[in-house]
Each structure stands twice: as C-alpha cells, then as structure tokens.
C-alpha cells in the first residue's frame, strides 16, 4: 500500500491532484473567480491579483510537501515569479500586442532570460522556479478547454480536413526536422505546435516528448513571431488566388476560413487574419481551429504511446514490452488532459454551462485562465533557467529552418485540403 501511495506522489500525478481544486472551482463558482486584470492600477485589480497569487501559493506549497521538496523560502522566490507572469499577461492585453497576436508566456520567457543573462538568479529565487511542474498543471486545465460539441460545430467535413492536415503535415514537419538534424523530441515539439494550434500544442508535446526547456522556448518563440507576417500573408494569398478558382464570394471566403484556421498558428492571429477577409470567413476560420485544436490530446496521447513502447524495445530483447511498463513510462499528466475535456465536454452537453458577460463559456473561461497562468509561470522559469547562447545554438537554427520549410508546406496542404473539400465537396453535398 505505501508503494502504491508513493507511487502517487510522483509530479505527473501530483500536478493532476493539484489540478482538481482549480477545475472544481472553475466548474461550480465560475462567476466568483478572480481574473488576471488588464492594469496593475485599482483595488479591483490588486483583489485579484491578490487571490490569485493565494490559489498559486497553495498549490505550489502543498504540491511541494507532496513531492518532499523543500518549502522553506517559498513566497518571498514565488512573489518574484507570480509578478513577473503577472506583468507579461498585462503587457498581451495591450491592444497592440493583442492585434499581432504575441501571448504572455512570450514576454515571461524574455523577463525571464533578461534576469538570466544580464543579472544573475539568486539563491532565493531558486525554491518556486519550478517550470516542469507549472507546465503539466497548465496542460491538464488546458484539457477542460477542448470541447467536443464545439469541434462538432464544423461537421464532418470539418474534423476530416483537421485530421488530414494534422496528420500530413505533423509527419511531414517531423521528417523534414530529422533531416535537418534536429533531435527526435525536439522535432516532435515542433511538428506539434505547428500542426495543431501553436504555443499550447507545443508546451502539451514538448512536456510528453521530454524537449529540452531551452529548446522549447526558442519553438514558442519562432511560433509567436512567425505568426505575425502570417496573419497578413495569408489573406493577401486567399484574395489573390481564390477568386482565380471560385466565382461563388460565399465559397471564397469559406475556402479563405478553412484555409487560414488551418495554417495560422494561435487562435488570435487566426481571428485577426480572417477578419481581413470577412465575416463568413472569420466565423469559418475559428471553427476549423477548434476543429484542430482538439488534436492536442491525439497527439500527445499516441507520442507518449510511442516513446514509451520505443524505450522498452531498445532496453529489453523482447520486442512486445509490457503493458505495465508502457503504463509505467507513459506521462500521467495527459489522462488528467483527457479527462478535464471529458468532464468539461459533458457538462457542456447537458446544458450545466452558464455564460459570463462576454457572452461565453464561464467555465472553460476560467479554466483557460488558470491554464494561462500557470504556462506563463512555468515560462518565466525557464527563462530563470536558459542561457542566451543556448536559445541561438546551431540546432536550434537548424530548427527554424525546419520550421519555415514545414510551415511554407504547411499553406501549400491546407490550401489543397481547404479548396477540395470546402470548394468543390461541400457544394455538393
């Protein structure tokens, strides 16, 4: 019984016990939840603020006891973390920043490497830079965010072009990545965020995959500033060619949506690159990335499947490795994904939803929240953990060439997806 128990008390379980509370809360008092403010300015925002920081102290401090990590100096190294995340999601919610579509754990990577790099990280900082357990807490709140009935607003043909493109490109990503010599987890991390729906994609996988931290900044790096000449590139593109295939303005810009909910990496670089075209197409375009967005959990299920089944062969003469020691090897924190959009999902389903003032899903809201949170902490980690002259490596130039390359075959699939199945398909169904 106390092995077993022991056996509980690894951090792949611990973050989905630590999970629980947060997406309790964001099911049942989704209303009374704090929000990460706008401005550092008022009481409002410094209330919140506040609780906040209370909910993150409590998990990190009673996560910390159940992984026999040392709790002493806690807060005053957790103040300094909390505050900087705090400040790189203030810094996304200024309009500019929001318009080219950066998200906060991009500016709490840079906070986080200018301690780094130019000062030094003291020894009292050192107790709360934990960036791995912040991640995997962060990925199974991202779980209750996938749901199924929003992806079925697309349809069939919807999910068919999700899987098509997912599939073709991840593999095609991921071949030209190991050509190019970028090592195996690494190319998984970067085919994933490229294939699905960029930074969160990219986090879930590098987490499954083992990606070096260092390496995995750099690919939410390039995937945050690659985006940007994305969202005007791709409308340029869709009004260029597509009028030279269809007459039909309707059936241009449902191909336009398909196609640029299929290529543009975040979900607001997608918003704002198909609104240059239209309405049809923007309503399009943010169905079919809901349509991708929920192969995060495929994904990462069937790499965890994988690289588990993969190390067993090269340990042992029997090709047919154990049911208990893939299970043993494969990463927890992903069932507590699977699961939160499980329960989010039928909750959905059954009505017990209520929607906040901006007329959405308070309960996802709130559990994308808390996703945000944590994935911004855990980036300001490694940015506390990374070296300059590691983020600007060889490899990890031989990544960005990779990843322009699969990005560029990228818009050339999903184009040919996009205009078959929505531009000659769908018409005669």
Same mark, same amino acid.
């Given at each position: 019984?106390?092995?077993?128990?022991?056996?509980?008390?690894?951090?792949?379980?611990?973050?989905?016990?630590?999970?629980?509370?947060?997406?309790?809360?964001?099911?049942?008092?989704?209303?009374?939840?704090?929000?990460?403010?706008?401005?550092?300015?008022?009481?409002?925002?410094?209330?919140?603020?506040?609780?906040?920081?209370?909910?993150?102290?409590?998990?990190?401090?009673?996560?910390?006891?159940?992984?026999?990590?040392?709790?002493?100096?806690?807060?005053?190294?957790?103040?300094?973390?909390?505050?900087?995340?705090?400040?790189?999601?203030?810094?996304? $919610?200024?309009?500019?920043?929001?318009?080219?579509?950066?998200?906060? *754990?991009?500016?709490?990577? =840079?906070?986080?490497?200018?301690?780094?790099?130019?000062?030094?990280?003291?020894?009292?900082?050192?107790?709360?830079?934990?960036?791995?357990?912040?991640?995997?807490?962060?990925?199974?709140?991202?779980?209750?965010?996938?749901?199924?009935?929003?992806?079925?607003?697309?349809? *069939?043909?919807?999910?068919?072009?999700?899987?098509?493109?997912?599939?073709?490109?991840?593999?095609?990503?991921?071949?030209?990545?190991? $050509?190019? $010599?970028?090592?195996?987890?690494?190319?998984?991390?970067?085919?994933?965020?490229?294939?699905?729906?960029?930074?969160?994609?990219?986090?879930?996988?590098?987490?499954?995959?083992?990606?070096?931290?260092?390496?995995?900044?750099? =690919?939410?790096?390039?995937?945050?500033?690659?985006?940007?000449?994305?969202?005007?590139?791709?409308?340029?593109?869709?009004?260029?060619?597509?009028?030279?295939?269809?007459?039909?303005?309707?059936?241009?810009?449902?191909?336009?949506?398909?196609?640029?909910?299929?290529? *543009?990496?975040?979900?607001?670089?997608?918003?704002?690159?198909?609104?240059?075209?239209?309405?049809?197409?923007?309503?399009?375009?943010? =169905?079919?990335?809901?349509?991708?967005?929920?192969?995060?959990?495929?994904?990462?299920?069937?790499?965890?499947?994988?690289?588990?089944?993969?190390?067993?062969?090269?340990?042992?003469?029997?090709?047919?490795?154990?049911?208990?020691?893939?299970?043993?090897?494969?990463?927890?924190?992903?069932?507590?994904? *699977?699961?939160?959009?499980?329960?989010?999902? =039928?909750?959905?389903?059954?009505?017990?939803?209520?929607?906040?003032?901006?007329?959405?899903?308070?309960?996802?809201?709130?559990? $994308?929240?808390?996703?945000?949170?944590?994935?911004?902490?855990?980036?300001?980690?490694?940015?506390?953990?990374?070296?300059?002259?590691?983020?600007?490596?060889?490899?990890?130039?031989?990544?960005?060439?990779?990843?322009?390359?699969?990005?560029?075959?990228?818009?050339?699939?999903?184009?040919?997806?996009?205009?078959?199945?929505?531009?000659?398909?769908?018409?005669?169904?």
């Amino acid at each position: 019984m106390k092995n077993f128990i022991e056996k509980l008390r690894v951090e792949d379980w611990v973050a989905v016990w630590m999970s629980i509370p947060l997406l309790l809360m964001a099911l049942f008092v989704p209303k009374n939840m704090p929000v990460v403010p706008s401005t550092l300015v008022g009481e409002v925002a410094w209330y919140n603020i506040m609780l906040l920081f209370g909910i993150v102290l409590l998990v990190i401090y009673i996560g910390s006891l159940l992984l026999h990590r040392p709790v002493k100096g806690l807060f005053p190294s957790l103040v300094v973390i909390f505050l900087l995340s705090l400040l790189a999601q203030v810094v996304e $919610k200024i309009g500019i920043v929001k318009e080219f579509g950066f998200e906060s *754990v991009f500016f709490s990577v =840079i906070f986080g490497l200018l301690i780094r790099n130019l000062w030094h990280v003291p020894d009292w900082m050192k107790p709360a830079i934990q960036g791995e357990f912040f991640i995997k807490i962060g990925v199974v709140c991202l779980g209750a965010t996938i749901l199924f009935e929003d992806v079925m607003k697309s349809g *069939v043909l919807g999910l068919v072009q999700a899987i098509l493109v997912v599939t073709i490109v991840w593999f095609s990503a991921y071949f030209i990545a190991r $050509k190019m $010599k970028v090592d195996q987890h690494t190319a998984m991390t970067m085919s994933s965020g490229l294939t699905i729906c960029g930074v969160s994609a990219a986090i879930t996988a590098a987490r499954v995959a083992k990606c070096e931290e260092n390496k995995l900044s750099y =690919i939410v790096s390039l995937i945050l500033i690659i985006v940007v000449p994305m969202i005007y590139l791709m409308p340029w593109l869709a009004n260029m060619i597509l009028p030279l295939i269809f007459d039909d303005p309707e059936t241009i810009q449902t191909v336009a949506g398909a196609w640029i909910g299929g290529t *543009v990496d975040t979900t607001s670089g997608v918003a704002a690159s198909s609104s240059i075209i239209g309405d049809v197409a923007n309503g399009h375009a943010m =169905i079919i990335k809901a349509a991708q967005n929920v192969m995060i959990g495929f994904v990462a299920f069937f790499i965890a499947l994988y690289l588990s089944t993969r190390k067993e062969q090269r340990q042992s003469d029997d090709n047919r490795p154990s049911l208990a020691i893939v299970w043993d090897k494969f990463p927890k924190f992903i069932i507590g994904f *699977v699961v939160a959009s499980l329960v989010f999902s =039928i909750f959905q389903s059954g009505d017990l939803m209520t929607l906040n003032e901006k007329g959405k899903l308070a309960e996802p809201a709130v559990a $994308k929240m808390f996703s945000k949170l944590f994935f911004s902490l855990a980036f300001v980690c490694i940015g506390l953990d990374t070296r300059l002259k590691d983020i600007i490596s060889k490899e990890n130039r031989n990544v960005m060439k990779a990843f322009l390359l699969a990005q560029g075959w990228n818009i050339i699939v999903t184009f040919i997806v996009a205009v078959v199945i929505f531009g000659f398909l769908k018409p005669l169904l």
